[in-house]
T-cell receptor, first 111, second 113 residues
Framework: QKEVEQDPGPLSVPEGAIVSLNCTYSNSAFQYFMWYRQYSRKGPELLMYTYSSGNKEDGRFTAQVDKSSKYISLFIRDSQPSDSATYLCAGGYSSASKIIFGSGTRLSIRP | DGGITQSPKYLFRKEGQNVTLSCEQNLNHDAMYWYRQDPGQGLRLIYYSQIVNDFQKGDIAEGYSVSREKKESFPLTVTSAQKNPTAFYLC????????????FGEGSRLTVL
């Protein structure tokens, strides 16, 4: 079993829709959780960072972590074509060398 | 602008040849990392270095080697011992001790023919 599981998609939604991306994880040691966005042929960039359980909002993006069910979510409101990318969830503990990534979900926003 | 520069962006090599990928950062970060990305798999850690002249193996170090002679530079050599070297390689850096953001370069795509 992978430590971080993520549906690879692809997921295609119309512009303006609310997008929900989800991951599950198995490592109880994870203390912090991240979502990275990766455009085609580029390196990932950090989108959201959450420490422990709870919600975090940044503009159109909301990250949720439920440690009791080991579930990580990212919501995108008013989705735009520029949001089309691969989204990687990740969990980690102790140091950056302990970050484990999911395989990524490919998202496409149709104009 | 601060960031991480990887070169070359695309590289083709024949089987059995060693290849060195360059990674340079001007973020003044102590820690640097090499990841490998394959379709359908998450990023997998190859090697990391928390300080100059020191580095540790990650989860898939076999067939790879690194050096860290300068704070700014962390080159990765893909040796002929690596059984399946064709992949997208990503270099990253972070503030040592900070369990947060990894800053990534734009990646190097290696194809072994």
């Amino acid at each position: 079993q992978k430590e971080v599981e993520q549906d690879p998609g692809p997921l295609s939604v119309p512009e303006g829709a609310i997008v929900s991306l989800n991951c599950t994880y198995s490592n109880s040691a994870f203390q912090y959780f991240m979502w990275y966005r990766q455009y085609s042929r580029k390196g990932p960039e950090l989108l959201m960072y959450t420490y422990s359980s709870g919600n975090k909002e940044d503009g159109r993006f909301t990250a949720q972590v439920d440690k009791s069910s080991k579930y990580i979510s990212l919501f995108i409101r008013d989705s735009q074509p520029s949001d089309s990318a691969t989204y990687l969830c990740a969990g980690g503990y102790s140091s950056a060398s302990k970050i484990i990534f999911g395989s990524g979900t490919r998202l496409s926003i149709r104009p | 602008d601060g960031g991480i520069t990887q070169s070359p962006k695309y590289l083709f090599r024949k089987e059995g040849q060693n290849v060195t990928l360059s990674c340079e950062q001007n973020l003044n970060h102590d820690a640097m990392y090499w990841y490998r990305q394959d379709p359908g798999q998450g990023l997998r850690l190859i090697y990391y270095s928390q300080i100059v002249n020191d580095f540790q193996k990650g989860d898939i170090a076999e067939g790879y080697s690194v050096s860290r002679e300068k704070k700014e530079s962390f080159p990765l050599t893909v040796t002929s011992a690596q059984k399946n070297p064709t992949a997208f390689y990503l270099c990253a850096s972070s503030i040592e001790g900070y369990t947060g953001e990894l800053f990534f370069g734009e990646g190097s795509r290696l194809t072994v023919l």
